[in-house]
């Protein structure tokens, strides 16, 4: 529900006078419940302010990849607004990577892939034209086009691989043909 400021002023300097002035006495003003246990027009008003002109808590952006077989391997995907969303692969290079990798402690960008490399994602494309210098510390601090503002379609979602999940694969398939050949690795 929009106002304009004149409204929106005039509302608050109602409610701060009101709650720095002791109340008033008469119905309006007198309890916050009535004979019949509902709350009183006053209370409805007192919490649809505080709904309105509150300040939200905004939590912070976070990063993810989705869908890899390991978190440093997928979708690349961001928490904005209370809402997850993916990342569109115009303009993100391996210095956008570099920065994904990085902040998500998995160590070097191994390789970009654009097309929905690990599938389409779902909801809002959050970040297009993302462009990394590389020395970023958020995936969000580089230069795009704006939180929620895309060209893109979900069949252009980017993916990254970073080396720790290369390195965590590996070590997988090492141990996995370890098991099925019967043999034992003897580490010193």
Known sequence: MKMDLQVSLTWMLLLSTS?????ANGFWWQSTEDSEGSTSPWSRFVEWFKKTFQPKEDTPPQ???????????GR??????????????DSFDMN???VACR?????????VLGWAYFGPGEGNILLDDVKCAGTESHIWDCPHA?????????????????SDAVQSTMHQQVRQSEITSGST???C
């Open 19 to 23: 709650l720095l002035c002791e109340p």
């Open 63 to 73: 990063l993810r990849l989705a869908s890899g077989e390991d978190r440093c391997a």
């Open 76 to 89: 690349v995907e961001v928490y904005h607004n209370n809402e997850w969303g993916t990342v569109c692969d």
């Open 96 to 98: 956008s990577a570099s």
């Open 103 to 111: 902040q998500l402690n998995c160590g070097q960008v191994v390789s």
């Open 146 to 162: 704006g939180w929620n503002r895309s060209d893109c379609g979900h069949n252009e979602d980017v993916s990254v691989i970073c």
């Open 185 to 187: 690795a003897i580490r």
